[in-house]
């Protein structure tokens, strides 16, 4: 049991320090609670040895940074900046190379350029990367021809392989899954701040193939204007060097929980608990239960948190979350994620805005516009038309306008490869085409243009307000 008891805490505030005595924070109340989600390990004693293992492993991201990041999310619920959230669905161990990493991160900047320059706002950039290994399911199992297996939760609990062996929860991915976010992020540090990301680069994002795409195209013509742009800065004496590294933040579902636990740790500054596994957490729509184990772990650290929220949540409910994951209403904590569906959004969005704005709740707004908009194609892969993702987020941003409220900010799964997921986009891509290379082991990514194509959309979108 991990527990702090009358420490001495020292917070920082407004960059005054306080001094005080921080309460018992009891760190394991979760255990007592249902934790929907969790695999059925078959190894007791194994779990345990590996959680010690995790226990003494180094933090992968430092307190200061997750308060950096709860300061650009306090910007974003004070309407001045926006939200880019993104990444895939299911990492995979095999999925943690020097490639993928950077196709990825290449999405993410020139998605963001997009947002700053045409949507004019600053962009927080929050991967969906460096330890999205677990996946809740709707069905605990998966049945092929007569055979039943356990499904699939991620690579941080079983193989994606449709075999007995692959499919039986292996305590030892854990461990896995710590090393391949510790390298993937280790890769997107020197990415951000080794000179890739620096803005004079913004040509180089866009070559392979989705140069040729239209919305490569499109992209090209704005990374001119910000050529010519960065040598008016540096006609008048600016220093366009100050671009030369971006803020990159890891951010995953808190799913598993003695992994999420294994990494919580006491902040030496201050004395309090902090997941050390990413900058931010989220909890995800099906373990989001006021009296369950994930929003209890989740009121106990102080990371930013996302909450993602369906088109069932009433009200009610979104107030009680708030009032449990953020009692002193601090902004930039809490950032509720909607996830509707195009066809709800106009309907269920508006009450739940109103009842939190009006109970006067300092949240960041993001529209997460892929989770309620899958469906099975013939062929039977699962997919998400592009058009339904645009129009869950017109509807987003439509709702906000109405009630004068900041959208915030979009949650979206892409990958940096030209893949067949998703339907749609300036290179159209039809049902017929999504067996070409469908990649994904759970949910459908955007590819690298159809995000670009979203990215544009948004910005248009967001200068319009
Ligand atoms: O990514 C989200 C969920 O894990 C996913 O939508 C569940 O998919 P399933 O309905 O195939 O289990
Ligand atoms: C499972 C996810 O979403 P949701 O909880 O909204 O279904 C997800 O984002 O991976």
Known sequence: MISIR???????????????????????????????????????AELDRVVRELATM????????????????????????????GGDCAETFSGATADNVRNKLKTLLQMAIVLTYAGRVPVVKIGRMAGQ????????????????????????????????????PDPARLLRAYHCSAATLNLARAFTKGGYADLRQVHAWNQDFVAESPAGQRYERLAREID??????????????????????????ALILEYESALTRIDSRTGLPYDVSAHMVWI???????????????????NPIGVK????????????????????????????????????????????????TANGAAVAWVCDPMHGNTFEAPSGHKTRRLDDILDEVAGFFEVHHALGTHPGGIHIEFTGDDV??????????????????????????????????????????????
């Not at 009032?323 to 009450?351: F, H, Q, S």
Request: proline fraction near 7%; hydrophobic fraction near 35%.
């Open 6 to 44: 009358g420490r001495v805490a020292v917070r920082m505030e407004r960059g005054a320090i306080r001094y005080g005595p921080v309460s018992t924070i009891d760190l394991d109340t979760w255990r007592h609670l249902p934790a929907a989600q969790q695999p059925d390990w078959p190894d007791r």
């Open 58 to 85: 180094p933090p992968l991201v430092f307190a200061g940074e997750c308060d950096q990041l709860k300061e650009r999310l306090a910007a974003v619920t004070r309407g001045e900046a926006f939200v880019l959230q």
């Open 133 to 168: 290994f677990a996946k809740p399911r709707s069905k605990p199992v998966e049945v092929r021809d007569g055979v039943e297996l356990p499904a699939y939760r991620g690579d941080m609990v079983n193989g994606f392989d449709f075999t007995a062996e692959a499919r039986r």
């Open 228 to 253: 010519q742009a960065l040598a008016f800065i540096k006609a008048c004496g600016g220093d366009p060097s100050e671009f030369h590294t971006v803020e990159f933040y890891s951010s995953h579902e």
């Open 284 to 302: 995800g729509e099906r373990t989001r239960q006021l009296d369950g184990a994930h929003v209890e772990f989740a009121s106990k650290i102080r």
């Open 309 to 356: 929220l369906g088109p069932t949540t009433t009200p009610e409910e979104a107030l009680a979350l708030i009032e449990k994951l953020n009692p002193e209403n601090e902004p930039g904590r809490l950032t509720l994620i909607t996830r509707m569906g195009a066809k709800k959004i106009r309907d269920v969005l508006p009450p739940l805005v109103e009842k939190v």
């Open 420 to 465: 067949t997921e998703c339907v749609g986009g300036g290179h159209e891509i039809v049902e017929e085409d999504l067996a070409l290379r469908y990649e994904t082991t759970c949910d459908p990514r955007l590819n690298r243009s159809q995000s670009l194509d979203l990215a544009f959309r948004v910005a248009e979108l967001y200068r319009a307000r």
